[in-house]
């Protein structure tokens, strides 16, 4: 081999090593910032495929332009009412501009931590404005379990106090004052929401406490009400009673006396036909008579004169 051909062959590596170190590919995904000695010497490249650079001197920088995660640890907050909290919150964001998030924070670690810093503040001052039930009711819609019940509307107003912001609000409000300062950073804050809201045991002990009592005096007017409307049934109930029981003895006397009246008029009618006839009924009344007066265990002491006696008389001829 020749020293010619030798040399020719060393430039095309050199050149080759040279060509594949100048290029490289950038994703959909992707955006690059080309720097020289770390500082940036060119536009942001945010378009798809192959890209040149010139090798050695200058480097490629990749950023993500996908949504990014921000997720922040739980802390102790106080709200307006004095009542202290945990609160966890997440964000969604992307990088916006990627020479100023270069030039600002270098990476999406510097960004997590300086993102730690203005959601964190933000989320405690507006936290800090708003009582708890604004932060953990979104609308003052009444549960269905109030819906049907007949508590008054102080009452229900006490269990479900009316809400003016509630938590989408706040959360917006959270994100429009951090948003500018993440601006600052190249960065475009998408979303930001409350994960997990929850107290301190010191004071989640009073609120389960505070809401045994208040179930017991819901229970209490209940059993209240239901007692009341029990009496009213039952009071209806013995009314409605002694009402039919009215109108059945009446019912029953007027078919008695009618039966009565139907009885005398037969009884007279039949005493009126002839004097046998009279006789034989005085007979058989009388009969009737000893019947329902005497038993076995009575003594009856009478005159032979007695009218009650007279039939007595002619016994055996006597």
Not at 7 to 29: D, H
Not at 234 to 250: D, N, V, W
Not at 268 to 280: I, K, L, M, S, V
């Amino acid at each position: 081999m020749s020293k010619r051909t030798i040399v020719w062959g060393s430039v095309i590596v050199v050149a080759l090593i040279i060509l594949v170190s100048a290029a490289f590919i950038v994703n959909e995904t992707e955006q690059v910032i080309i720097t020289r000695m770390g500082k940036p010497v060119r536009k942001p490249i945010m378009t798809p495929g192959i890209h040149f650079k010139v090798p050695i001197i200058e480097d490629a920088t990749f950023f993500d332009k996908r949504f990014l995660e921000w997720d922040g640890a739980a802390k102790q907050v106080p709200t307006k009412d004095k009542r202290f909290i945990w609160v966890d919150t997440y964000a969604r964001w992307r990088i916006a501009d990627p020479l100023l998030f270069f030039q600002r924070v270098r990476d999406e670690r510097g960004a997590q931590a300086r993102l730690d810093d203005i959601l964190n503040g933000e989320t405690r001052n507006a936290v800090a404005k708003h009582n708890l039930v604004e932060l953990v009711r979104s609308t003052n819609r009444k549960p269905l379990a109030m819906s049907d019940t007949s508590l008054s509307d102080n009452s229900i107003e006490d269990v479900f106090p009316t809400i003016k912001y509630g938590r989408e609000k706040i959360t917006r409000e959270i994100l429009a004052a951090a948003g500018p300062r993440a601006k600052e950073l190249g960065i475009e804050l998408l979303d930001l929401r409350f994960k997990r809201i929850n107290y301190v045991k010191e004071v989640q002990r009073k609120i389960y406490e505070r809401m045994i009592t208040e179930r017991k005096r819901i229970a209490e007017k209940y059993r209240s009400e239901g007692q009341g409307e029990a009496s009213k049934i039952l009071g209806a109930k013995e009314r409605e009673l002694k009402k039919i029981q009215s109108e059945a003895y009446r019912a029953a006397e007027e078919i008695k006396g009618n039966a009565d009246a139907k009885a005398t008029q037969i009884y007279a009618g039949a005493y009126n036909r002839n004097a046998e006839t009279r006789d034989f009924f005085r007979f058989l009344k009388t009969l009737e008579t000893y019947k329902t007066t005497f038993s076995d265990k009575d003594w009856l002491i009478l005159t032979t004169e007695s009218e009650f006696y007279k039939y007595f008389k002619n016994i055996n001829g006597k």
